[in-house]
């Protein structure tokens, strides 16, 4: 029997996709999912007790997650695609020798990649490249935690849309879902008034990420001058704002300030500019 997801997905013109279908990013895709149910069931305690979210994973690989409001509740659906090509995308990043030295240096011996077609990373689940991991387990432990920060914020941009009331005004504007990259047609709204609930919903998710999240991880070596001179947790602070902009650059528009008036998305650099703002500075 169809879960409660996967048949209102289906209703949706989508189709759910079940973590065991992937085996070998079956764990990721699982603790993901756990990880993303505590978050909804803990805001709800709070705030609203007894309010749920239908939580999942889709096949579909031309956006990268949904927020939706129907007449059952709220869902959000994230593609499979996106934890997969991030995954892949942070472990090679950090297979440079250049990219994070704090993390440890890899052997003198050790070579960089070489590049990739930038469709094998924005579509690492379909990439018949060949996933890498750094020699190094320090950065591996960092490419996973990094792709943990980058999946929070997506989840929880997608719960802005829905906790700051944007689904439900949507309902009224022809809006069926909030997709992030894919335009809905004929929605009564201009790019301006949707960048500017993009830009919502990204504060709600820095915001919330900032609140729980920034603990220091016993295996990851601090930035001793970041911490001296930016105070305590400032390591942690600028690994989350890099693994957001990394996922920016990875999944969203290209990092240009080029026919903004006509784009759904803010552009990159305004929607890095907000989270200092209401982090209270950051390095």
């Given at each position: 029997?169809?879960?409660?997801?996967?048949?209102?997905?289906?209703?949706?013109?989508?189709?759910?996709?079940?973590?065991?279908?992937?085996?070998?990013?079956?764990?990721l895709?699982?603790?993901?999912?756990?990880?993303?149910?505590?978050?909804?069931?803990?805001?709800?305690?709070?705030?609203?007790?007894?309010?749920s979210?239908?939580?999942g994973?889709?096949?579909?690989?031309?956006?990268?997650?949904?927020?939706?409001?129907?007449?059952?509740?709220?869902?959000i659906?994230?593609?499979?695609?996106?934890?997969?090509?991030?995954?892949?995308?942070?472990?090679?990043?950090?297979?440079?020798?250049?990219?994070?030295?704090?993390?440890?240096?890899?052997?003198?011996?050790h070579?960089?990649?070489?590049?990739?077609?930038p469709?094998?990373?924005?579509?690492?689940?379909?990439?018949n490249?060949?996933?890498?991991?750094?020699?190094?387990?320090?950065?591996?432990?960092?490419?996973?935690?990094?792709?943990?920060?980058?999946?929070d914020?997506?989840?929880?941009?997608?719960?802005?849309?829905?906790?700051?009331?944007?689904?439900?005004?949507?309902?009224?504007?022809?809006?069926?879902?909030?997709?992030?990259?894919?335009?809905?047609?004929?929605?009564r709204?201009?790019?301006?008034?949707?960048?500017?609930?993009?830009?919502?919903?990204?504060?709600f998710?820095?915001?919330?990420?900032?609140?729980?999240?920034?603990?220091?991880?016993?295996?990851?070596?601090?930035?001793?001058?970041?911490?001296?001179?930016?105070?305590?947790?400032?390591?942690m602070?600028?690994?989350?704002?890099?693994?957001?902009?990394?996922?920016?650059?990875?999944?969203?528009?290209?990092?240009?300030?080029?026919?903004?008036?006509?784009?759904?998305?803010?552009?990159?650099?305004?929607?890095?500019?907000?989270?200092?703002?209401?982090?209270?500075?950051?390095?």
């Amino acid at each position: 029997m169809a879960s409660n997801f996967e048949r209102r997905l289906r209703r949706f013109g989508r189709t759910a996709l079940h973590p065991d279908s992937l085996e070998f990013w079956q764990p990721l895709l699982k603790q993901l999912l756990d990880r993303f149910s505590y978050f909804a069931a803990e805001r709800a305690r709070q705030q609203a007790p007894g309010h749920s979210v239908a939580i999942g994973f889709s096949e579909d690989c031309e956006y990268n997650a949904i927020a939706r409001t129907d007449d059952e509740g709220d869902l959000i659906a994230i593609s499979a695609n996106v934890p997969v090509s991030l995954e892949r995308a942070f472990n090679r990043a950090l297979c440079f020798k250049s990219v994070m030295p704090f993390a440890g240096p890899l052997d003198e011996e050790h070579v960089d990649p070489e590049p990739v077609d930038p469709k094998d990373l924005v579509y690492g689940l379909n990439s018949n490249v060949p996933r890498i991991v750094p020699p190094n387990q320090i950065r591996s432990n960092l490419a996973t935690l990094l792709t943990t920060i980058a999946m929070d914020f997506i989840f929880e941009h997608e719960m802005g849309h829905i906790w700051n009331g944007h689904t439900s005004f949507g309902n009224g504007l022809g809006i069926s879902a909030y997709k992030e990259i894919e335009k809905t047609p004929d929605a009564r709204i201009s790019e301006t008034e949707y960048q500017t609930l993009e830009m919502d919903a990204d504060v709600f998710a820095g915001t919330a990420m900032t609140r729980e999240r920034l603990l220091p991880q016993p295996w990851l070596p601090m930035i001793t001058d970041w911490e001296n001179k930016f105070g305590p947790g400032s390591t942690m602070l600028s690994l989350q704002m890099w693994a957001v902009y990394f996922s920016f650059r990875i999944a969203d528009e290209a990092a240009t300030l080029a026919n903004v008036e006509t784009r759904k998305h803010p552009p990159i650099y305004v929607r890095l500019f907000s989270r200092p703002r209401f982090l209270g500075g950051c390095p």
